[in-house]
C-alpha cells in the first residue's frame, strides 16, 4: 500500500533513503545522498557533544570546591581549553547546518539534492579529518590556552597547541565547503514556482548562516595557522619581542569568531521559525521582516568584533564605534523574536515537544540577549569582562538558545528523518529538566560575575563557593535530563511507533514526503504555488504546497 | 560519443553550469579572504614600522618580482586562450596552453627558488633565523615573516593551480569536454586567474613601496 | 534601594564614585531586561493558554503585520539599547581621562604576581597601596603574556600587554582592603595572581610613603605567594649582567661611571635624564626597555643615535634582567643631574 500524505493511517514507506538504494556500511561511507550525510553528521555531532559535556561535568564537580582538588591545575587548564574547542568546532558550528540543513534543504526546495553531492560528502570526511587530528592533540595532552588562544601565551606555552590549531583550521574547510553547497543549492535548485519570498524561513537563515561561513572562516584558518607557524617556529608576527603585537591576533581571531557566534544562532532560530508555524499552526507573523532580518545579522555581525577587546588598550573611539554596532545586530534578534511571538496570536497552539523547546528558547534568547547588550555598553564590560557573567551570557544563548532548537529540531523532524515517533510523555520529562537545570546552571553564574569571579579559574576565593556549588547542581540537572532524551531517542529509533508522512500536520514543504524520504526525495520535481505555513484554509484541501503528488507504481 | 554530465539532480546542462560557475565564484571570494588576513597584518605592521618596511623592501630584489609577474602574466593569458579553445571544441589545443602556463608557472616556481635561497644567504630569514644587518630601523624580521608567509602561501596556490590545470588539461586533451559543457576548464582559467590577481597584489606591496 | 538592589545581585562593595555610577547603570539595564523579558514570556504563555489547540487540523487566519508592528519591534528595543549605550559609554570614556593630578603607580603583571612601583618611591609585591580620596593613574604593562588588572570592588579592568604600557585610574573612596585578580587567563597559577589593594587614609600614605623614600630604595610588602616561580631577585640581577656582557651592551655602556658611547649604567635608574628632544624622563623600567628595543626614540641630549635594536635577540626574560641588572648599580651617591656624554668626539654613525 503506497504511503499516502492524504490519508489519516500512519504508514512507514517501505523504500526509503535508509534502505535504498543499498545498505550497507559501505553504501553509507561512499553515500551521495544528502539525507545520509546529514544523518551522519548529526551522529557525529552528538558523539562529540556527549564529548564536550562530559568535559563540562568535570569542570563543574572540580568547582565545588575552592581549593586545589582533585585534578592539578594544569589538567583543569586543558579541560576548559578543550570543553571550548569541541564544544564551538566539533559541535555548534556544524550541528544544525551539516546535520538538519544537509537533510532538509533540498527538501524544503523541492530539489533532488544538493549542488554537490560529492562535495558534500567530502564536507563530512573533512570533518572527520580535522576532528582526527585534533583528537590527536587531545590525546596527547592537548592544549591550556583556552579555546581563544590568545597570544602570547599561546605561542609560548608547552603545551601540545599545534595539533589543535590544525584541527579547527581543517574543521574550518568543512564549513565552508557546507555554506558553499547551500549557497548555490539555494540559488539554482529551488522548483519551479519558488521565488525568494515563497522560500521556508529555515532556508533563509541557513543561507544567511552560509555567507558567514564562507566569508569568515577563511580568516580564522589564516590565524590560527598563524599561531601555529609562530609557536612552531618563532615567526614573530605576534610576539611582542620581535615587534609583533598580541592584540592585533585579538582583533583577527574576534574578526571570525564574532560572526561565528551568528553561525550558531541562525541556524537555531532557522529551526524556531518552522517549529513555531507548525506548532502554532500558522503563517509567521511578518515573512520578510524575519526573512531579511536572518541577512542583516550576517551583515552587521561582520562589524562588531571589538566589543570583545573593550579592555585591551583600544581607542575610545573604536570602542563607541564596536558598542554602537552591537546594539544594531539585538535589533535583528529582536525583530525575529517578536514576530515569533506574534505568530502565536490567533494561532492554534500544540504544546508538544519541540514547542516547549521553543518557550525556553525564547525566554533564554531574549535575558540571554539582552544582558549582552548590557555588555556591549561598554562600561558595564570593563567590570564584567573575562568574569562569569560572560560565561553565563553567552551559554544562556549557546545552550539556552542553540540547543534547544537543536533539541527542537531533533523532536520535531524524528518522525521525517526516522519514520517513527518518540514518546511525548518522556520528552516533556526531559524538556522541563532541561529547562530547569539550564537555569540553575547559568544563573548563579550570572551573580558569580557580578561578585567579581573571573573565568578560567583553577581556585576561587571562598566567597564564591555556594553560587557554584548551585551551578554544579543545575548542571546535574541539565545533564540528566538530555541523558534522558538520548536514551527514549535510542530506543524509539527502533521501537517507535510509526509517524506516518506528516504527524504534525505542518505545511512545511518537507512533510510532503513520504516519513523516512525515497533516495530521489521527489521523483517529479514539485511546482510551488504557495509560500510556506499556509493554515488559512479548511482542513480537507490538499496541501497547497504541492501540485504534483510523488505517485507510486503499484 | 561520451555520456552525457548531466548530473541527476540538475534540470539542465546549462543550470548545472551555471551552479559550478557560482560555486567557483564564491570559492574565489574565500581565497581572497584567506589572503587578506595576511595583507591586514602586512598594512598594520608597516603603518608600526614604515622605516623598517620601506628599507626590508628596498634590501629584497625587485627585478625577480618583476621578472615574476611578466611570466604569471603572461601564463595568465596562455591560461585564457586556452580556454577560448575548450569554448570551440578544441580539446587538444586547451591541452597545450595549459602546459604552456604550467611550464611559465615551473619558471616562476624557479625564480622564487633563486630569490629565497638568497633571502637564506643575506640572512633575511623570519623569526629566530634572522641575520640580516641591512636594515637599521625596528621591525624588518616581520616583515621577512610576512614576506615568507605570503609569498609561501602564494606559491603552495601556484602548485594547486598547476595540478588544477595539468588534470583539466589532460582531460581536455583526451575530449572529455565539448561546447556545450565546459565549465571545468573555465573554472580551471578562473581559479589560475585569481592566483595571478593575488601576485598582482603582492607584487607591489612587498617589492615596490 | 542601592543597598538592595546590590545584595540581590550580588555585587560587592563600591568603592568608588565610579564604582557606583556603574551599578546604577546596571540595576537600570538588569530592571529593563526583567521587564523586557517578563512581558515578552507573559505575552507567550498568554498566547498559548488563549490559543491552545482544540481541534486538530482547524485552520487559522492569515495575520499579516502592518508597518507600524515592524516599526515598533524595531524602534522600541532600538530606543532602549540606544539609551543604554548613552548613559554607559560616557562612563568608559571617562575612565580614558584621568585627572592631571592623578598620582602615578606603575603595574606590573608577570606569571604569577603584580607589581607595583612608584615613580620616585619603593616597589612592592602584591600589595598596592594609594591614598582615598585623591585619584590614582595606573601604567600597566606585562613581563610576559597578557594579564589583565581587575578590582571588583572599584568595577575597574585593565589588560597587561606585553611590550606596551596601558592606563586606567580611580579614586577610591574610603580606606579599605580590595581584592585584586588577573582576570585574563595567563597559564597554570592564573587563579592564584591575585594581588591586594589598600587605600588608606590619605595623612597615613603621604607618611609611610616618605618613610619608605627615606629608608630602603625596595620595599617588600608581603612575602612572595608558595608557587612562585619567580628566581630570587640576586639571580636574576646576574643573569642580566651575563646577558649585558654576551650582547656587546658593556662595549658603550660602562658600568662604573664613567663616560663613553652611551649613558654609564651606574646609578641609572630612575635618573632624570634630559632628551635630545628636550623633553625629561625619569629612566625606569619603561624608558629602559624601550631603549632596548626602540634605541632611536628617545635619545638622551648629548649622545649619538649608534644604538643598534635588541628587538629579537632579547627575549623578555633576559630583556627584564638587564633592568634587573642595571637596577642593582646604585651607590648611595645623591644623583648628580643627567647623564653627561663623554669628553671625547663620538664614533659617527654608518
Given amino acids: 500500500m503506497p504511503p499516502s500524505p492524504h490519508s489519516d493511517a500512519p504508514a512507514y514507506a517501505p523504500r526509503n533513503y535508509l534502505n535504498a538504494p543499498e545498505t550497507g556500511l559501505r553504501s553509507w561511507l561512499t553515500t551521495r545522498d544528502h539525507k545520509r550525510i546529514g544523518v551522519m553528521f548529526l551522529v557525529a555531532v552528538t558523539v562529540f557533544f556527549a564529548v564536550g559535556g562530559i568535559f563540562a561535568l568535570l569542570i563543574r564537580i572540580k568547582l565545588l570546591t575552592p581549593q586545589p582538588a ?98 579547527a583550521f581543517i574543521l574550518g574547510f568543512s564549513s565552508i565547503l557546507t555554506g558553499l553547497n547551500f549557497i548555490v543549492t539555494t540559488h539554482t535548485l529551488r522548483a519551479p514556482g519558488m521565488g525568494w519570498m515563497k522560500m521556508p524561513l529555515f532556508v533563509w537563515s541557513i543561507y544567511a548562516t552560509s555567507i558567514i561561513q564562507i566569508l569568515a572562516t577563511p580568516v580564522l584558518g589564516m590565524t590560527l595557522l598563524l599561531v601555529a607557524v609562530e609557536h612552531a617556529f618563532g615567526w614573530g608576527i605576534f610576539d611582542p619581542a620581535r615587534g609583533g603585537d598580541p592584540v592585533l591576533f ?27 508555524c507548525t506548532f502554532a499552526h500558522k503563517n509567521i507573523f511578518g515573512y520578510k521582516a524575519v526573512a531579511y532580518s536572518s541577512l542583516g545579522i ?107 532548537a537543536f533539541l527542537a529540531a531533533l523532536h520535531y523532524w524524528f518522525p521525517k528523518i526516522t519514520g517513527r515517533t518518540y514518546p511525548e510523555g518522556w520528552a516533556l520529562v526531559a524538556a522541563v529538566m532541561v529547562i530547569l537545570g539550564f537555569n540553575f546552571t547559568f544563573i548563579p553564574q550570572f551573580l558569580l560575575g557580578n561578585m567579581g569571579m573571573p573565568r578560567r579559574y583553577y581556585a576561587y576565593p571562598e566567597r564564591f563557593q555556594a553560587l557554584n556549588v548551585a551551578s554544579t547542581a543545575g548542571a546535574s540537572v541539565l545533564g540528566l535530563g538530555l541523558l534522558i532524551a538520548l536514551v527514549y531517542l535510542l530506543v524509539s529509533l527502533r521501537y517507535g511507533p510509526v509517524a506516518g508522512p506528516n504527524p504534525w500536520h505542518s505545511r512545511g514543504f518537507e512533510w510532503n514526503t513520504p516519513s523516512p524520504p525515497p533516495p530521489e526525495n521527489y521523483e517529479e520535481t514539485p511546482v510551488i504555488t504557495r509560500g510556506p505555513h499556509e493554515y488559512d484554509d479548511e482542513p480537507a484541501a490538499l496541501p497547497p504546497a504541492a501540485a504534483h503528488e510523488p505517485e507510486h507504481a503499484s | 560519443m561520451q555520456a552525457s554530465p548531466l548530473a541527476h539532480h540538475f534540470e539542465s546542462l546549462d543550470k548545472q553550469a551555471h551552479a559550478a560557475r557560482l560555486a567557483m565564484w564564491i570559492f574565489l571570494a574565500t581565497e581572497v579572504l584567506l589572503f587578506t588576513a595576511l ?171 | 534601594m542601592n543597598e538592595l538592589m546590590q545584595r540581590l545581585l550580588f555585587l560587592p562593595e563600591q568603592a568608588s564614585e565610579h564604582a557606583r555610577a556603574v551599578d546604577h547603570l546596571h540595576y537600570f539595564v538588569i530592571l529593563t531586561t526583567l521587564v523586557a523579558s517578563a512581558g515578552v514570556f507573559g505575552t507567550l504563555i498568554w498566547f498559548v493558554v488563549r490559543y491552545r489547540r482544540r481541534a486538530e487540523g482547524e485552520p487559522t487566519p492569515r495575520v499579516a503585520p502592518r508597518a507600524v508592528h515592524e516599526v515598533l519591534f524595531v524602534g522600541v528595543p532600538l530606543a532602549l539599547f540606544l539609551l543604554w549605550f548613552a548613559i554607559g559609554f560616557p562612563m568608559f570614556v571617562d575612565l580614558q581621562v584621568p585627572p592631571k593630578d592623578a598620582m602615578d603607580v606603575y603595574v606590573q603583571g608577570k606569571q604569577w604576581m603584580w607589581k607595583f612601583a612608584y615613580p620616585d618611591g619603593p616597589s612592592s609585591l602584591d600589595v598596592l597601596r594609594v591614598p582615598a580620596g585623591r585619584p590614582v593613574r595606573l601604567l600597566i604593562t606585562s613581563r610576559d603574556v597578557i594579564h589583565s588588572f581587575f578590582v571588583p570592588a572599584l568595577r575597574l579592568k585593565q589588560d597587561a600587554l606585553p611590550g606596551r604600557y596601558t592606563q586606567t585610574w580611580f579614586t577610591a573612596d574610603r580606606p579599605g582592603h580590595y ?74 655602556h660602562t658600568v662604573d661611571g664613567s663616560r663613553h658611547i652611551g649613558p654609564t649604567w651606574l646609578d641609572l635608574y630612575r635618573k632624570e635624564e634630559r632628551l635630545s628632544n628636550g623633553k625629561t624622563v625619569i629612566a625606569d623600567e619603561a624608558y629602559l626597555t624601550r631603549s632596548m628595543m626602540d634605541p632611536g626614540a628617545e635619545i638622551v641630549a648629548g649622545y649619538q643615535d649608534v644604538m643598534p635594536t635588541y628587538q629579537g635577540k632579547l627575549s623578555p626574560p633576559e630583556a627584564a634582567a638587564v633592568v634587573e641588572y642595571i637596577k642593582s648599580l646604585r651607590t648611595s651617591a645623591i644623583r648628580a643631574g643627567p647623564s653627561q656624554p663623554p669628553a671625547y668626539a663620538p664614533i659617527p654613525a654608518q
Avoid at chain 1, 251 to 270: R, T
Avoid at chain 2, 119 to 124: A, N, R, S, T
Avoid at chain 3, 228 to 237: K, R, T
Wanted: aromatic share 18%; charged share 10%.
Fill in chain 1, 70 to 167: 582533585m585534578m592539578s591545575a594544569l589538567t583543569y587548564n586543558r579541560l576548559f581549553t578543550l570543553h571550548g574547542v569541541v564544544m564551538i568546532f566539533l559541535f555548534m558550528i556544524p550541528a544544525i547546518p551539516s546535520g538538519f540543513g544537509n537533510f532538509l534543504l533540498p527538501l524544503m526546495l523541492g530539489a533532488k539534492d544538493v549542488a554537490f553531492p560529492r562535495l558534500n560528502l567530502l564536507s563530512f570526511y573533512v570533518y572527520l579529518a580535522g576532528a582526527a587530528v585534533a583528537l590527536f592533540g587531545m590525546i596527547h595532552g592537548g592544549a591550556d590556552t583556552g579555546w581563544t588562544f590568545y597570544t602570547p601565551y599561546s605561542t609560548s606555552t608547552t603545551t601540545d597547541v599545534v595539533p589543535i590549531l590544525l584541527g
Fill in chain 3, 179 to 252: 581584592e585584586v585578580l588577573c582576570a585574563q587567563y595567563c597559564g597554570l597559577s592564573h587563579s592564584s595572581m591575585r594581588a591586594e589593594l589598600w587605600v588608606m587614609p590619605a595623612a597615613e600614605f603621604d607618611e609611610w610613603f616618605e618613610q619608605q623614600r627615606r629608608g630602603l630604595a625596595r620595599a617588600q610588602d608581603s612575602s612572595p605567594l608558595p608557587a612562585e616561580p619567580v628566581p630570587a631577585g640576586s639571580s636574576l640581577v646576574r643573569q642580566g649582567e651575563r646577558v649585558a656582557a654576551e650582547q656587546g651592551c658593556l662595549k658603550c
Fill in chain 1, 250 to 276: 585579538q582583533h583577527f581571531f574576534w574578526f571570525y569568531s564574532h560572526p561565528a557566534v551568528y553561525i550558531m544562532v541562525l541556524p537555531a532560530m532557522a529551526v524556531i521559525s518552522e517549529v513555531v
Fill in chain 2, 39 to 209: 595583507f591586514a597584518a602586512y598594512s598594520v605592521y608597516r603603518f608600526l614600522y614604515p622605516e623598517g618596511f620601506v628599507q626590508s623592501s628596498r634590501a629584497i630584489e625587485t627585478w625577480i618580482g618583476f621578472v615574476n609577474t611578466l611570466v604569471l602574466v603572461t601564463s595568465s593569458f596562455t591560461v585564457a586562450t586556452g580556454y577560448g579553445h575548450a569554448s570551440r571544441g578544441d580539446g587538444k589545443r586547451t591541452a597545450l596552453f595549459f602546459g604552456l602556463s604550467v611550464l611559465l608557472a615551473l619558471v616562476f616556481l624557479g625564480f622564487k627558488a633563486v630569490e629565497y635561497t638568497h633571502h637564506f644567504q643575506e640572512g633575511q630569514l623570519p623569526g629566530p633565523y634572522y641575520r640580516f644587518e641591512g636594515v637599521k630601523a625596528p621591525g624588518a624580521p616581520l616583515f621577512f615573516a610576512l614576506y615568507f608567509l605570503i609569498t609561501g602561501l602564494h606559491a603552495f596556490h601556484v602548485v594547486v593551480g598547476m595540478t588544477v590545470l595539468i588534470v583539466v588539461g589532460v582531460l581536455a586533451f583526451r575530449g572529455r569536454y565539448t561546447v556545450a559543457y565546459h565549465v571545468p576548464v573555465e573554472n580551471a582559467a578562473l581559479y589560475w586567474h585569481l592566483v595571478d590577481l593575488i601576485w598582482i597584489f603582492v607584487f607591489p606591496l612587498i617589492y615596490l613601496i
Fill in chain 1, 298 to 404: 550576517a551583515f552587521v555581525g561582520f562589524f562588531t568584533w571589538g566589543h570583545h577587546l573593550f579592555t585591551s588598550g583600544q581607542s575610545a573611539f573604536d570602542a563607541g564605534i564596536f558598542g554602537i554596532l552591537s546594539m544594531f545586530v539585538a535589533i535583528f534578534t529582536a525583530i525575529k523574536v517578536f514576530n515569533w511571538t506574534a505568530t502565536l496570536y490567533r494561532g492554534s497552539i500544540s504544546v508538544k515537544a519541540p514547542f516547549v523547546y521553543f518557550v525556553g528558547f525564547l525566554f533564554f534568547l531574549v535575558f540571554g540577549g539582552m544582558t549582552g547588550v548590557a555588555l556591549a555598553t561598554v562600561s558595564l564590560d570593563v567590570d564584567w569582562h573575562d568574569t562569569y557573567f560572560v560565561v553565563a551570557h553567552f551559554h544562556f544563548i549557546m545552550v539556552g538558545g542553540v540547543i534547544m
